[in-house]
């Protein structure tokens, strides 16, 4: 469990700033000050209730398509999803959002991925680059990076706080840095559980 609040500076923080922006549902998950992290603990002994369908290569294949359709150099810079219930339930599917970034243009855009279909929601120029991940260094899908969150003390803060919201990010892990990571969030009130997952190998950050 980390505390994700340090500053990572200058264009950086710009960079990470348009790109959480862009991913619209994660937004909502930015920590506020004040957050303290959740202690840790045992991992409760019931299953993980985030839905697993699409995963997040189902749903990056479909944005694929729909991001080549705009900018033949589209790369990815962020997948992500967010879940929160609904009347005391989780949703049973999940909905991504894909931002691609074109170099040649320096535009970005963000793509939805819902009921397995994809739709080009928004496209805007950008300020800097935006740092991509490597497509072909992600070998980790998102139900083995949420295993691992769930493992790692997820599943004993979902046991204490069952109306939390969580959120899962795929990102570059630096501005030079196209190994893709994962970012696991939960928040409820001021307490957040997060973990970083390497989505090379899976291990924890």
């Not at 894909?98 to 994809?118: H, K, L, N």
């Not at 120029?125 to 935006?130: H, K, M, V």
């Not at 030079?176 to 997952?197: C, E, F, K, M, Y």
């Amino acid at each position: 469990m980390r505390d994700t609040t340090k500053g990572s500076g200058g264009r950086w923080a710009v960079v990470l700033g348009l790109a959480f922006i862009a991913a619209l549902g994660i937004s909502v998950l930015v920590l506020w000050p004040g957050m303290k992290p959740a202690e840790g603990g045992n991992p409760a002994g019931f299953p993980l209730p985030l839905p697993q369908e699409p995963t997040a290569r189902q749903a990056y294949r479909a944005a694929q398509e729909a991001a080549r359709a705009w900018q033949t150099d589209a790369q990815p810079a962020t997948l992500a999803a967010h879940w929160r219930q609904t009347r005391g339930r989780w949703p049973s599917q999940s909905t991504w959002t894909v931002q691609f970034y074109s170099p040649a243009t320096g535009r970005m855009a963000v793509v939805v991925v819902e009921a397995g279909r994809a739709r080009l929601l928004q496209e805007t120029i950008t300020p800097y680059p935006l740092p991509t991940w490597a497509e072909d260094r992600w070998r980790v899908d998102s139900p083995q990076a949420l295993e691992v969150w769930w493992a790692e003390g997820g599943a004993d803060f979902l046991a204490r706080h069952p109306q939390a919201e969580v959120a899962i990010q795929l990102g570059p892990a630096g501005p030079a840095d196209p190994r893709p990571v994962w970012t696991v969030t939960a928040v409820a009130g001021n307490q957040v559980h997060t973990l970083s997952i390497s989505g090379v190998d899976g291990r924890q950050q």
